[in-house]
């Protein structure tokens, strides 16, 4: 069982997952710069880079059925995948936000949710659809903000909760054991 990892920048979430011991098939990044590629280089994952979303979802697709892998996991891969490479791999493609979805939707969830001033936002795993960030949710964990918090402190308190939470959650999609999805 693996998975494939798409990504296109620091890609600490890539580390988490491969530190966990889950087996990554391969790495596709649509940046060439991306800093996870050499995460993926020392970890001896082979990667690939395809600036243009059509060739990286045909790869994407070639790629899966070669490796047999399970899964498609987003992490921290800024583009919306078309709806054809989306129904294909239906339910088979999983996201990981920094949120409590359907709240702060987009790519600046965290200072979004810091600068609304709520006292309870968390991090969500969700099957990927053609909309941003709507997909059905998979799993989530709450977090709370306290006083003395700053939009940095939240931000490191976010990152630490996706870095356990989503390699146990593609750990389990993997081995077919459904928990209640709260974490
Ligand atoms: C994470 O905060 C993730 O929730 C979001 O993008 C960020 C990616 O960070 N989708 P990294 O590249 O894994 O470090």
Redesign the pocket.
């Known amino acids: 069982m693996s998975i494939v990892v798409l990504?296109?920048?620091?890609?600490?979430?890539?580390?988490?997952i491969i530190d966990s011991g889950l087996e990554v098939s391969h790495v596709i990044s649509n940046i060439s710069e991306?800093p996870?590629l050499l995460r993926a280089e020392k970890a001896r994952i082979p990667w690939s880079v395809y600036p243009r979303l059509q060739n990286l979802e045909k790869y994407t697709t070639e790629i899966c059925k070669q490796e047999d892998s399970n899964y498609i996991v987003?992490?921290?891969?800024?583009r919306i995948l078309n709806p054809n490479f989306i129904h294909e791999w239906n339910r088979k493609i999983i996201?990981?936000?920094?949120s409590l979805l359907p709240a702060f939707k987009g790519?600046s969830?965290?200072k979004d949710a810091w600068e609304y001033g709520v006292k309870v936002t968390g991090?969500t795993v969700h099957y990927v659809d053609e909309g941003m960030d709507t997909g059905q949710i998979i799993a989530q964990k709450a977090i709370r903000i306290a006083g003395n918090d700053t939009l940095k402190s939240l931000e490191k308190k976010?990152?630490k909760v996706?870095h356990k939470m989503y390699p146990q959650v593609i750990g389990q999609m993997l081995t077919g054991f459904w928990p209640n999805g709260i974490y």
């Open positions: 990504i296109s920048g620091t890609g600490t979430n890539l580390q988490a991306a996870g987003l992490a921290g891969f800024m996201n990981i936000h920094p790519n969830a965290i991090v976010i990152h996706e």
